[in-house]
Nanobody, 129 residues
């Protein structure tokens, strides 16, 4: 399984972007997928996640992006998206998508990078003030 992230760019504060994370390879079935971001000189931080459990889908967001970012999935395309609205300069960073394949994670583990089995290569988002 490989993940390919795309959709980043240079925008102004208040603008929107939609990131995409496409999965390829063998039949893809993740238990959870997430977006993280990493600003220069900082650790990778959790942004948003979707978790599938017993036919239900749960979405979880970092406090800093709640109400502005929305994560979704297109099953037919094996792609997850991150719609980012009202972007702020502090949203700047490289955005990575990750997938959990081997375990069914509990919610409190979703914001740990060590949970994820596969990562995409990252896409740069730069928000100017």
């Amino acid at each position: 399984v490989q993940l390919q992230a795309s959709g980043g760019g240079l925008v102004q504060a208040g603008d929107s972007l939609r990131l995409a994370c496409a999965a390829s390879g063998r039949t893809f079935s993740a238990n959870a997928m997430a977006w993280f971001r990493q600003a220069p000189g900082k650790e990778r931080e959790f942004v948003a996640a979707m978790r599938w459990n017993a036919g239900n889908v749960g979405k979880h967001y970092a406090e800093s992006v709640k109400g502005r970012f929305t994560m979704s999935r297109d099953n037919a395309e094996n792609t997850v998206y991150l719609q980012m609205n009202h972007l702020k300069p502090e949203d700047t960073g490289v955005y990575y998508c990750g997938a959990v394949l081997r375990v069914r994670p509990i919610v409190s583990s979703l914001w740990s990078t060590t949970l994820y089995d596969v990562w995409g290569q990252g896409t740069q988002v730069t928000v100017s003030s």
